[in-house]
């Protein structure tokens, strides 16, 4: 055993406490000496400041101090006075929701083994695998990287931070609680009219992260069910895959249910899985049988998800669509094929367009609004121009494009021409601008000699889609380009309405009205395209590229952070993959040369989930 004090006596004798005390002497006087030579070399610096004569008599040097009083070094006094200078003042950082599961992936938070995770910006919890992007979040108070979400992880030139005027009560989360133990419990029937009865009470309760998840997971059902109807949709999500030598190759034959080959193949990211939640036989909804489907096996038994809820008390509201650039001169209509059918589906049902101009400005645009909210002036689904058009008291916007920032204009100047607009679906809409619009921007002359109007406009649309043929479009329109007589300004208006500085800015200037219980009451749905180079156009693949440098999932147009609006009731519902003109338009004719320009998105699907998913949480009256 070693005997502790015989080592401890050694050790004390060997310390010298003299010594020890005239180290501490010495390490005092050294520290003296320093403060004394820092002193001096203030003093000086204060001295040579009041005796150069070029210093400007207005300079002043000041620092906060907790009485807001700041000192002057160019007095003689060295007098405190008082002064009115700016202040930083800080955002209200989000309250933190304290989740069971996570917002994104939904895996439940077990203490050490998976902790909880929040978002500085928006309040939502995630797990270690779901939040991995830092940011630092001035604004807040953030001066250092904190953990954002994708979908708060600010890019430049993107969207300001909004104050919400609302908060959910305690009482509506313990009911949100109770809405997850259904789902668990599987009974999705009770969910739907417990949640159809909570936003009737308040909207906002689609702010909260789970209802958010539900909701999306409900559109993404619907489109499911719905896009098992259509042969062709059923036909592009079959694959077929050859093996052996090209004379004695064979084919092996899709074996997956229906339901399964729309899923995997039209959604990225979530959704891909929730097929076997969908209510759809193995053969889909067609008449043909595939004797080649195997049914699948499951380790649990899953219980499928009803088919819409509709209320009985429903009534069918009217659905008003913004198109987006060059509005009438494509080969083809946004959704040309689809709004009709809708009509003959949905009894009571009425889709008008707006007729928005197709080379102007959002503020230029609001006219075209204006004629449909107010003077009953647009076209029907067809596309035929109406002039006696009547809106109903409640009403579904879609914005597509440019047609979204449209809308937005027109809403944040005209308010109260808009009140009977209870949601809207931004379809790819360039909420924050596209970073295509800043490249094309910039090449665009600003001024334009109407002698060379036609040349100019070319110069616009062949760089935006390089292949459309502007002679064979004067044929089927009449002229190159419809209501250019109407033309009060540049048409690179258009261009720079679309730049994310110019949308930021527009958010900015209308920060009040988006703060507003006018626009915060309407819920945001949002569905955003994801796609490769490999998916779009040769003449596209470079803008995917570009694109791909700031974010994957982009629709060779937009990114999907361009697409949503930063506001607690924007719902993005799913990645899909189509490409920016396969999310709206019918096939393009075989002249452009390119097989991705047959647009195979079931938009009829698409379009159907939309209204079906209004109709279910009685936002659709």
């Given at each position: 055993?070693?005997?502790?004090?015989?080592?401890?006596?050694?050790?004390?004798?060997?310390?010298?406490?003299?010594?020890?005390?005239?180290?501490?002497?010495?390490?005092?006087?050294?520290f003296?000496?320093?403060?004394?030579?820092?002193?001096?070399?203030?003093?000086?610096?204060?001295?040579?400041?009041?005796?150069?004569?070029?210093?400007?008599?207005?300079?002043?040097?000041?620092f906060?101090?907790?009485?807001?009083?700041?000192?002057?070094?160019?007095?003689?006094?060295?007098?405190?006075?008082?002064?009115?200078?700016?202040?930083?003042?800080?955002?209200e950082?989000?309250?933190?929701?304290?989740?069971?599961?996570?917002?994104?992936?939904?895996?439940?938070?077990?203490?050490?083994?998976?902790?909880?995770?929040?978002?500085?910006?928006?309040?939502?919890?995630?797990?270690?695998?779901?939040?991995?992007?830092?940011?630092?979040?001035?604004?807040?108070?953030?001066?250092?990287?904190?953990?954002?979400?994708?979908?708060?992880?600010?890019?430049?030139?993107?969207?300001?931070?909004?104050?919400?005027?609302?908060?959910?009560?305690?009482?509506q989360?313990?009911?949100?609680?109770?809405?997850?133990?259904?789902?668990?419990?599987?009974?999705?029937?009770?969910?739907?009219?417990?949640?159809?009865?909570m936003?009737?009470?308040?909207?906002?309760?689609?702010?909260?992260?789970?209802?958010?998840?539900?909701?999306?997971?409900?559109?993404?059902?619907?489109?499911?069910?719905?896009?098992?109807?259509?042969?062709?949709?059923?036909?592009?999500?079959?694959?077929?895959?050859?093996?052996?030598?090209?004379?004695?190759?064979?084919?092996?034959e899709?074996?997956?249910?229906?339901?399964?080959?729309?899923?995997?193949?039209?959604?990225?990211?979530?959704?891909?899985?929730?097929?076997?939640?969908?209510?759809?036989?193995?053969?889909?909804?067609?008449?043909?049988?595939?004797?080649?489907?195997?049914?699948?096996?499951?380790?649990?038994?899953?219980?499928?998800?009803?088919?819409?809820?509709?209320?009985?008390?429903?009534?069918?509201?009217?659905?008003?669509?913004?198109?987006?650039?060059?509005?009438?001169?494509?080969?083809?209509?946004?959704?040309?094929?689809?709004?009709?059918?809708?009509?003959?589906e949905?009894?009571?049902?009425?889709?008008?367009?707006?007729?928005?101009?197709?080379?102007?400005?959002?503020?230029?645009?609001?006219?075209d609004?204006?004629?449909?909210?107010?003077?009953?002036?647009?076209r029907?689904?067809?596309?035929?121009?109406?002039?006696d058009?009547?809106?109903?008291d409640?009403?579904?916007?879609?914005?597509?494009?440019?047609?979204?920032?449209?809308?937005?204009?027109?809403?944040?100047?005209n308010?109260?021409?808009?009140?009977?607009?209870k949601?809207?679906?931004?379809?790819?809409?360039?909420?924050?601008?596209s970073?295509?619009?800043?490249?094309?921007?910039?090449?665009?002359?600003?001024?334009?000699?109407?002698?060379?109007a036609?040349?100019?406009?070319?110069?616009?649309?062949?760089?935006?889609?390089?292949?459309?043929?502007?002679?064979?479009?004067?044929?089927r329109?009449?002229?190159?380009?419809?209501?250019?007589?109407?033309?009060?300004?540049s048409?690179?208006?258009?261009?720079?309405?679309?730049?994310?500085?110019?949308?930021?800015?527009?958010?900015?200037?209308?920060?009040?009205?988006?703060?507003?219980?006018?626009?915060?009451?309407?819920?945001?749905?949002?569905?955003?395209?994801?796609?490769?180079?490999?998916?779009?156009?040769?003449?596209?693949?470079?803008?995917?590229?570009?694109?791909?440098?700031?974010?994957?999932?982009?629709?060779?147009?937009?990114?999907?952070e361009?697409?949503?609006?930063?506001?607690?009731?924007?719902?993005?519902?799913?990645?899909?993959?189509?490409?920016?003109?396969?999310?709206?338009?019918?096939?393009?004719?075989?002249?452009?040369?390119?097989?991705?320009?047959?647009?195979?998105?079931?938009?009829?699907?698409?379009?159907?989930?939309?209204?079906?998913?209004?109709?279910?949480?009685?936002l659709?009256?």
């Amino acid at each position: 055993m070693v005997n502790i004090d015989k080592i401890t006596n050694k050790v004390a004798k060997k310390i010298n406490r003299e010594n020890i005390s005239k180290l501490g002497d010495k390490l005092n006087n050294k520290f003296n000496d320093n403060i004394e030579k820092i002193s001096n070399k203030l003093n000086n610096k204060i001295n040579n400041l009041n005796n150069n004569e070029d210093v400007d008599n207005n300079n002043t040097m000041c620092f906060n101090v907790d009485s807001n009083e700041t000192l002057n070094v160019n007095d003689d006094n060295y007098e405190v006075q008082q002064e009115i200078k700016p202040t930083f003042s800080l955002a209200e950082a989000p309250k933190w929701k304290m989740e069971n599961t996570c917002c994104k992936c939904g895996k439940k938070f077990i203490k050490i083994l998976q902790p909880r995770h929040h978002c500085r910006s928006c309040g939502n919890s995630f797990c270690s695998d779901c939040i991995t992007l830092k940011q630092a979040l001035p604004q807040f108070g953030y001066f250092d990287q904190v953990l954002v979400c994708d979908s708060c992880f600010i890019i430049p030139n993107t969207m300001p931070v909004l104050k919400m005027p609302y908060s959910l009560s305690s009482e509506q989360y313990r009911a949100i609680n109770d809405l997850q133990k259904l789902e668990k419990r599987g009974d999705y029937i009770n969910l739907i009219l417990r949640l159809r009865e909570m936003i009737k009470q308040d909207i906002h309760i689609l702010s909260h992260s789970w209802v958010k998840k539900w909701v999306a997971r409900r559109w993404r059902n619907f489109f499911i069910m719905e896009a098992c109807r259509e042969p062709n949709a059923i036909k592009v999500a079959s694959r077929k895959e050859k093996t052996g030598f090209a004379k004695l190759s064979s084919v092996i034959e899709d074996e997956r249910p229906v339901a399964q080959r729309i899923a995997e193949y039209f959604f990225k990211g979530e959704g891909r899985n929730e097929w076997m939640y969908a209510d759809v036989p193995l053969n889909g909804f067609v008449d043909e049988n595939d004797p080649n489907i195997v049914p699948p096996r499951f380790k649990k038994n899953i219980k499928k998800l009803p088919i819409p809820q509709i209320p009985p008390n429903y009534q069918s509201s009217d659905l008003v669509f913004c198109p987006g650039l060059f509005n009438g001169l494509l080969p083809v209509r946004a959704f040309e094929e689809v709004f009709p059918i809708m009509e003959t589906e949905f009894q009571g049902i009425n889709v008008y367009r707006v007729d928005s101009h197709p080379l102007r400005g959002c503020e230029d645009n609001m006219k075209d609004f204006d004629r449909l909210f107010m003077k009953g002036e647009g076209r029907d689904a067809v596309g035929e121009m109406k002039t006696d058009l009547h809106l109903k008291d409640n009403v579904i916007a879609i914005g597509y494009s440019k047609g979204m920032p449209d809308l937005m204009t027109y809403m944040a100047n005209n308010p109260q021409n808009t009140k009977n607009i209870k949601a809207i679906f931004s379809y790819a809409g360039a909420v924050g601008g596209s970073y295509l619009a800043d490249n094309i921007n910039n090449v665009i002359d600003s001024v334009v000699d109407e002698d060379k109007a036609d040349k100019y406009f070319d110069k616009i649309i062949s760089s935006m889609c390089p292949v459309i043929d502007l002679d064979k479009l004067s044929e089927r329109f009449g002229s190159n380009y419809c209501r250019l007589d109407e033309m009060e300004s540049s048409p690179s208006g258009a261009i720079n309405s679309l730049t994310t500085e110019y949308r930021a800015k527009f958010v900015r200037d209308n920060k009040a009205y988006f703060e507003s219980e006018a626009w915060n009451d309407i819920p945001i749905f949002t569905i955003t395209g994801s796609v490769t180079e490999k998916d779009v156009p040769y003449f596209q693949e470079s803008s995917t590229r570009a694109l791909e440098k700031y974010d994957k999932n982009n629709d060779m147009q937009l990114i999907t952070e361009q697409a949503q609006f930063p506001c607690d009731m924007n719902i993005h519902l799913a990645y899909v993959n189509a490409h920016h003109w396969d999310l709206a338009f019918q096939p393009f004719p075989k002249k452009f040369l390119s097989s991705k320009l047959k647009h195979p998105f079931p938009k009829l699907a698409s379009a159907n989930a939309m209204w079906l998913l209004c109709a279910e949480l009685g936002l659709a009256k």
